[in-house]
């Protein structure tokens, strides 16, 4: 019978919230940047400009098709030769989950957008607004209380997909916890922590999410003006 | 007469191979009230829709206020077609407001945001002139006392009635409505009738299409029967509903009054 012992893991918490806060600054700068990234790539995909929507189609499904980690050891190996930057592991990882959940991003926009009625659409214009003022006024707004369940999803596939940074050094959860199991001698405990902690920090959001979309139905339906 | 307020000119409407309207000419002058009828299919939304320009003519033009709209465009094989740049077709949906069927009403925002919307983001009205105005609209249809429900929490003739105010408050010199009561419960007609009846009282232009042939009777002052995109019939209520000349409107309307009492 396999003796559990949490004290080695306990002694190194520091490195472990560590390698949590580094988890979530990745998450969250790609979120920042893919959020809105994402909603302009969906606007030019869906403009009807070929000029436009043709070049964003390719950096979708581009990013869409492609492994994480070959887009990663991409922007951290090869990039820096092409444009001598010094690239750390952050920036590198940064810039691939920015511009890959602005990729899937996009597509979340874009079947929310699509989702709300012609007439929408319609009645927008007939009081004389512009394509743009539509979109930012009446449909959008609709649009993205639609999205908030493919939007969370997408946020939580992101995070998760974040543990691929240790492969290139950065000194996230995963990468923190194999350093102490290697230092330890307990992988079982150390790992079995690491989860532990991805499924609070993940299932917190969750109910975050849910308490908003609540809120958003239970007033009918508000916005801020 | 008085100079038209809207003038149609051999209006054509093509989707693709099918031809809906046929070449339209109707003149409306300021204040006359004019009940559109015809089957279904007939082409009276694609009319409608076309002096909003929610649809681009294919062909022939529309005159507002005196003015012909869009700018010629000469084709290849020597033709001339008409084009409409946005910005132009804009201005002239703020002039010409639309009540539509299904309401569509914005459902993120409250009764009296959605009068607003149109008077803030296409006006640029300040905030509270535009609150003061949307409410005076929501009161002029009785529901001044709704102002802060959301479209959800509305009945079907109290959304419609919230949707004459959103097309109020732009000042239209012409409304444009498109069978407003068909999709209302029978009991709930009544109230938009009443409020489409009082803005007729007060000398609005108006289009309207319907199958409420005794309000079109009462609150027209003409009346036009569409048939295969084209005028078949026109002229006062009284001649086309009740002296109908042309075998095709004696029809239609033998047909809606099979089942009245
Ligand atoms: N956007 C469109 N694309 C293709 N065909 C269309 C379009 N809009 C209308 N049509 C066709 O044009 C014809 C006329 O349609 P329209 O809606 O104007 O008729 P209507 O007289 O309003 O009928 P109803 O009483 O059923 O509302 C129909 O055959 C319809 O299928
Ligand atoms: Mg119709």
Redesign the interface.
Known sequence: MYRWDFLPVLANADLLLQGLVNTLAVTGTALAFGIPLGLALALARLSGRRWLAWPAGFVIEFFRTTPPLVQLFWFFFALPVLIRVEMTPFMAAALTFSIQSAAFFAEVFRGGIVSI?R??W??????????P?SMR??IL??AV?RMIPAFMERAIELMKTTTLVATVSYADLLFQANEIAQKTFRPLEVFTVAAGIYFTVILLFSLMARQLERRLAV?????V? | MAEPLLRTIGLRKSFGEREVLRGIDLSVAPGERIAILGASGSGKSTFLRCL?F?EIPTAGSVELGGRMLGAERKRRDGGIDRVYA?PEL??V??RV??V?Q?F???????AL?NVM??LR??KGVK?PAARERAMAELARVGLADHAE?????LSGGQKQRV?IA??LA?DPELLLFDEPTSALDPELVGEVLGVIRSLAEEGRTMLLVTHELGFAYHVATRVIFIADGEIHESGTPDEVLKHPQRERTQAFLARHREFSL
């Open positions: 009625e007439g929408q319609e009645a927008a214009r007939a009081l004389g607004m512009t394509p003022q006024r009446i707004p609709q209380k007033s009918g339906e508000s916005t003006h | 909003n929610m946005e804009t201005r949906r703020q407001g639309m539509f299904q569509n009403l914005f459902p993120h925002m409250t945001e919307e149109g983001t296409v905030a429900q959301y479209p959800a929490r949707a959103r097309a732009m």
